[in-house]
């Protein structure tokens, strides 16, 4: 979907519509602590993006009105409408295709194989985008590939409102000129060691044999190798196996309160183990704390247990542990303050 929270936020409220919107934590006049969820379009003219810090996002529309154009409509996340119609949406495609996979609340995977041309699947995917269009009113960019790799990487290219077909026959020419970062599982630290290398585009990515990529990135490496060459044979599922269950909070203030601290991921951890209760696993093998430092630095700690897991105060113990040299020399020698804090437990078992 296209800019999905702030396109569901134009069409809930019509005098949205042509402002430009960011939906996220509140700016509180350029003092908020949180990111920008999604910008529409006409945001992103003015530079404002997903995971930019909410302050700067404030600060943009301020210059913006400054120069006499239309400040910013900064507004709450609303998952309930999101979900709405997040849910609208995916009875739309499966009335064109038995098998679909709801990658996220915004994107879908779903296999048309069985009409056999790429013709008559294109045909389909102009059906499906005009009929999400009439119905929810928010367009979307679809991808038409002889894989999920492939697709997911052209419904990004023509966004918005695009659609882009890549066959078999056309994989390479396609990927060769685009930057690595195109490439899902290569984030920003694996880019920067890859740029160290002088590998800019998936052309030369290609050049890297599969043992220098698995001793630079380990398993990720071996994907990366595939992945650059069109090779991915992930299946369409309808199911995914939830893998974690996490939560994450941001101060209001930058901190080294060890009270502060020590009772926000006590309260994290009490979250995290209802939302595991809720849930059909019966333990968990894993516990992994997030720390986010003033200056961005992002660290995670974690612990593992053989047995398994299902003791909530056991579990707040083994947190706030994994909290503590946090908040000494042993984790933050130079006492950075703190900034976000999250939560979240592993390796569930049924």
Known sequence: ???????????????????????????????????????????????????????????????????????????????????RVSDNILRIIKKHSKVVEQASIDEFYFDLSFLKTFKKTEEECLRIKEEIKKKEKITCSVGIGPNK??????????????????????????????????????????????????????????????????????KQGEKIYYKVRGIDDDPVTEYREVKSIGEQTTFDENTLDIKLICDAFTNLSSDVFERFKESKFSEFKNIT??????????????????????????????VLKLVLPFLDRRSNPRHKLIRLIGVRVEKLVK
Not at 299 to 315: A, L, Q, Y
């Open 289 to 318: 704390i997030t720390v986010r430092f003033s200056d961005f630095e992002t660290i995670t700690s974690s612990k593992t247990f053989k047995e398994g897991m299902k003791d909530k105060k056991k579990m707040k113990i083994e």
């Open 1 to 83: 979907m296209d800019a999905f929270f702030a396109s569901a936020e134009e069409v809930a409220t019509p005098g949205f519509l042509g402002k430009p919107i960011a939906v996220g934590s509140d700016p509180d006049n350029g003092k908020g602590r949180g990111v920008v969820s999604t910008a529409n379009y006409k945001a992103r003219e003015y530079g404002i993006h997903s995971a930019m810090p909410i302050s700067i996002a404030w600060r943009i529309s301020e210059r913006a009105k400054e120069q006499g154009k239309e400040g910013v409509v900064f507004l709450p996340v609303d998952f309930e409408l999101y979900n």
């Open 149 to 218: 790799l492939i697709s997911k990487i052209a419904a990004g290219i023509n966004k918005p409102n695009g659609m882009l077909v890549i066959k078999d026959k056309e994989v390479h020419k396609f990927l060769n000129p685009l930057p690595i970062r195109e490439i899902p599982g290569i984030g920003p630290k694996t880019a920067q060691r890859l740029y160290a290398m002088e590998v800019q585009t998936i052309r030369d990515l290609i050049k890297v044999n599969k043992n220098q990529l698995k001793e630079m990135l380990g």
